[in-house]
């Protein structure tokens, strides 16, 4: 490494992130799980595909791809009496694990001829009970072993390693998928979360994140923070409405592909190795974000983003909406890595587990239930027709959002004390804290 290049590296946002000794010894095992989930985007709408019948094919992927994340919503509202203390080791490696033993189910029946569709939608169901508490984990763990000025960085590499792996991970499922079936991608998927389990159980030394102070906040606790500070609720309701409106995109867009000429794996990868690529270069520039205004960024993020999806379903040639789809990626990182780091900073420390845990579930049960939504709509306007209302309606909110903040920007009251730290960053345009 030439000395420029070095020096470029360690005055970048990152240089703290990847040189801190807990997240060197973790990062790797979040990037394997990462890599699985990549492979995981193809294999679990294809094995269902494979096993639904075929009059009711669109229903059971819609099934199939919320049953992998929607049970983590009501994990996180059930669970929070017994998970909100653990530490946020524990909560990443004990989601992993479940992840690990109910996906890693699915081949094992599958090659003893006993998997069926409902079946099958059960384990994925079972495997994401704890997704949103191993969320909060993980970016609890970020934001309590950096600083604060580091927590964005922090985030983006996350985003960055899903990225990555979201590139890398379709055209490998698409080789395991053409020589041993979509059900031995899931079972690559198992051992890859059994992976992430043990590092986060070993490598994390006890006492890396601070401990933070005991609450009597009720398990719905994280809710009502949310509640209190305008910043983050108004944030959240933009996010679940962009997340719900691209739920439908999960269904109609395998569905459109496997309906067209060619090879309809390897077009379905290519869809998701191009968006892939695109929140790879959208995660690094995510983290030099810190000085961007956070209504007009968010805003803009969702209008652009339904812009780019409009291609697919207005009949626009594979090669034209497959680079459309590319670029909707660049902006999924940034959206993501800029609210996270709001919710950081402005949620009280003892409740922030909770806290991006509510904000987790919220987002978990938004795209499922879009998803879900997709099996109805694809049968009644067709899967070209879903895409086109999930495109509009994206770019529809993020126009109400850039109103809103407009209207936001006029001169108003001074804040109360409760809510002034997250309206200066809201009023001032702080993005360097935010997730959806």
Not at 54 to 74: E, Q
Not at 141 to 154: C, F, S, T
Not at 321 to 346: E, I, N
């Amino acid at each position: 490494m030439g000395p420029d290049l070095s020096r470029v590296l360690r005055s970048s946002p990152y240089w703290p992130v990847i040189r801190h000794p807990t997240l060197r010894r973790v990062l790797p095992g979040f990037a394997v799980s990462a890599l699985g989930d990549g492979m995981a985007v193809v294999a679990v709408a294809w094995l269902a595909i494979e096993l639904a019948p075929a009059a009711d094919r669109g229903v059971w992927v819609a099934f199939a791809a919320a049953a992998y994340t929607l049970p983590g919503a009501l994990g996180a509202v059930l669970l929070g009496r017994l998970l909100r203390h653990r530490s946020p080791a524990r909560l990443v490696a004990w989601d992993a694990a479940l992840r690990a033993g109910a996906l890693g189910a699915v081949p094992v029946l599958h090659a003893f001829g006993a998997l069926g569709i409902e079946g099958y939608v059960a384990l994925l169901a079972v495997s994401s009970v704890l997704h949103s508490w191993g969320q909060a984990g993980v970016y609890t763990l970020i934001a309590g072993v950096l600083p604060e000025r580091d927590h964005l960085a922090g985030n983006a590499v996350l985003s960055g390693l899903g990225a990555i792996a979201t590139v890398v991970g379709p055209p490998l499922a698409t080789l395991l998928i053409a020589f041993g079936g979509p059900a031995t991608v899931l079972a690559v998927d198992a051992a890859t979360f059994l992976v992430s389990a043990v590092t986060f159980l070993v490598a994390v030394p006890r006492g890396a994140a601070p401990e933070r102070a005991a609450d009597a906040a009720s398990r719905s606790g994280g809710f009502a923070v949310i509640r209190r500070i305008p910043a983050l609720s108004g944030l959240l309701a933009l996010s679940f409405a962009f997340f719900f409106l691209f739920g439908p995109v999960y269904v109609a867009l395998p569905l459109h592909v496997s309906d067209g000429p060619g090879a309809p794996a390897a077009v379905l990868a290519a869809y998701y190795t191009a968006f892939g690529i695109g929140a790879v270069a959208g995660s690094v520039l995510a983290g030099f974000l810190g000085r961007w205004r956070l209504w007009p960024t968010t805003a803009g993020i969702v209008v652009g983003f339904g812009v780019l999806m409009l291609p697919l379903g207005l009949g626009a040639p594979t090669a034209v909406s497959v680079v459309c789809f590319g670029a909707a990626g660049l902006l999924w990182p940034p959206y993501s890595s800029l609210s996270t780091a709001l919710f950081q900073r402005s949620a009280p420390g003892a409740l922030l587990p909770q806290a991006l845990a509510a904000s987790s579930a919220v987002r978990v049960l938004s795209v499922p239930l879009g998803t879900a939504l997709g099996g109805p709509l694809v049968a009644g306007l067709g899967a070209a027709g879903t895409l086109r209302v999930s495109a509009a309606g994206i770019a529809l909110v993020g126009l109400a959002a850039a109103a809103a903040s407009l209207r936001a920007a006029r001169p108003r009251p001074e804040p109360t004390a409760d809510t002034d730290t997250a309206e200066r960053e809201a009023g001032k345009g702080s993005a360097a804290g935010a997730r959806p």
